[in-house]
């Protein structure tokens, strides 16, 4: 079955600098890759996903990048914000069947 | 994205006492999924809840500990049976939305379980 490893495990970055969590994938029939932020208390929430044809996507402040040869695949998070704190998780899935979570990075941007 | 309940929202139970869990969506959904999240860990998938058919359980996790009920498209239910300590825990359900050939999935709130 499908294995995530997501790294670092935490990130502590100043406010307005780049954060950079990558996560590598085993099952190369993966083709979807989402991204949660979850903060303290609440439900994880969707923040942005890529799929296999893609390399890249990008929504304001976020980014993701596939490297689908290398089967990894990355959340960049650009001029960070007190409230970008959380715990982010990456995730794989083949069709939406058997979503496998990385063990979730915890962020903390410093103002 | 679909508006998801969960009831209830958290619990104390007794060991060997069972809770059931329920999750509602405000429309109708094909895909509907259960996972475990231990205190400070990652999400774990328990099962997918079929509609009209058994749910289909992930590796480590069986029916008689956790039967699920599917109804309908729009409602599931998890049952945690014969509760241990080391099933404290927060278990949340999730729905598969957004647009046709997208595979998004969004969870709900969530039901915080602790097991005395």
């Known amino acids: 079955g499908e294995n995530v490893e997501q790294h670092p495990s935490t990130l502590s970055v100043q406010e307005g600098d780049s954060a950079v969590i990558k996560c590598t994938y085993s099952?190369?029939?993966?083709?979807?890759f989402p991204w949660y932020k979850q903060e303290l208390g609440k439900r994880p929430q969707l923040i942005i996903d890529?799929?296999?044809?893609?390399g890249e996507k990008k929504d304001q402040r976020i980014a993701v990048t596939l490297n689908k040869t290398a089967k990894h695949f990355s959340l960049h998070i650009t001029e960070t914000q007190p409230e970008d704190s959380a715990v982010y998780f990456c995730a794989a899935s083949r069709n939406n069947n058997d979503m496998r979570f990385g063990a979730g990075t915890r962020l903390t941007v410093k103002p | 994205s679909a508006v998801i309940s969960q009831k209830p929202s958290r619990d104390i139970c007794q060991r060997g006492t069972s809770l059931t869990i329920q999750c509602q969506v405000d429309?109708?959904?094909?895909?509907m999924f259960w996972y475990r999240q231990q205190p400070g860990q990652s999400l774990t998938l328990i099962a997918t809840?079929?509609?009209?058919?058994?749910?289909?359980?992930e590796s480590g996790f069986v029916i008689d500990k956790f039967p699920i009920s599917r109804p309908n498209l729009t409602f599931s239910t998890l049952t945690v049976s014969n509760m241990s300590p080391e099933d404290s825990s927060i278990y949340l359900c999730?729905?598969?939305?957004?647009?046709?050939?997208?595979?998004?999935?969004?969870f709900g709130p969530g039901t915080r379980l602790t097991v005395l």
């Open positions: 999730s729905v598969e939305g957004g647009l046709a050939g997208y595979n998004e999935q969004f």
């Open positions: 429309s109708q959904v094909t895909m």
């Open positions: 099952d190369s029939a993966s083709n979807y």
């Open positions: 890529i799929r296999s044809n893609v």
């Open positions: 809840a079929n509609q009209g058919s058994e749910a289909t359980y």
